[in-house]
């Protein structure tokens, strides 16, 4: 386990649902990060949160809404979706997402939540 | 435009040879250099961190070079196993704003043939 945890593994949603993305980290870490990862395509960024501060969104529709209460607690919440945003949704950590220190910017990943939008 | 490439989608290699998989970009100045091993249905792990100023970088049977003037880094698995079958990310660590940012490679699909 790389202590990263992501719920649920599985989705499958209509356009016209709400449902959100959770991810838990108990590895002591300060910043949490979403990826997407389409196939066939590198992972993509989509935000970053450092000791709770949103400090990355690179231009994810807001159909796409991130949450994070605190340091150990990272949601992304997910309304009107299109087929297109089917992929595999990761969820890392690192200790400092300013990783200047060597090793502060090695990230943990969750195993993910396969989205599928019909 | 900035690009990350890995040397091909998938590599097929006899078990007891040693695997070579090739990162190169271009537009970057990355302070370092990560590679990851990622699984069907799992997340990337964690491999191994390269520095910009480390020609090479060891770890049992995992080699990393980083050749900053070439822009490449070369990722090699000595005595290669069926387990070391996986998909290989690189990815580089660039600041953007107030985070630094991995940027990823679309990866390589290796697979050890016993």
């Known amino acids: 386990e790389t202590g990263v945890t992501q719920t649920p593994r599985h989705l499958v949603m209509g356009m016209t649902n709400k449902k959100s993305l959770k991810c838990e980290q108990h590895?002591?870490?300060?910043?949490m990060y979403w990826y997407k990862q389409s196939a066939k395509k590198p992972l993509e960024l989509m935000f970053v949160?450092?000791?709770?501060?949103?400090?990355e969104n690179n231009s994810v529709p807001s159909r796409f809404s991130p949450e994070c209460p605190n340091s150990s607690h990272l949601f992304l919440h997910l309304h009107t979706l299109q087929p297109e945003d089917s992929a595999l949704y990761l969820c890392?950590?690192?200790?400092?997402?300013?990783?200047?220190?060597?090793?502060?910017?090695?990230?943990?990943f969750g195993a993910g939540t396969r989205l599928s939008v019909l | 435009s900035q690009k990350i490439e890995q040397n091909s989608e998938a590599l097929n290699i006899q078990e007891g040879k040693t695997a070579t998989l090739t990162c190169n970009y271009t537009?970057?100045?990355?302070?370092?250099l990560q590679w990851y091993r990622q699984d069907p249905g799992r997340g990337p792990v964690f491999l191994l961190l390269?520095?910009?100023?480390?020609k090479e970088k060891r770890k049992e049977r995992l080699k990393v070079t980083f050749d900053t003037t070439l822009k490449q880094s070369l990722f090699h698995i000595t005595a290669s196993q069926p387990a070391d079958s996986a998909t290989y990310l690189c990815?580089?660590?660039?600041?953007?704003?107030?985070?630094?940012?991995?940027?990823f490679g679309s990866g390589t699909q290796l697979t050890v043939l016993p």
């Open positions: 890392a950590s690192s200790q400092d997402a300013q990783g200047v220190g060597l090793g502060k910017n090695i990230q943990y």
């Open positions: 590895l002591g870490h300060n910043a």
């Open positions: 990815a580089l660590s660039i600041s953007s704003g107030s985070a630094r940012q991995l940027t």
């Open positions: 949160y450092n000791f709770k501060e949103q400090t």
């Open positions: 390269i520095r910009e100023n480390e």
């Open positions: 537009n970057y100045s990355p302070a370092y």
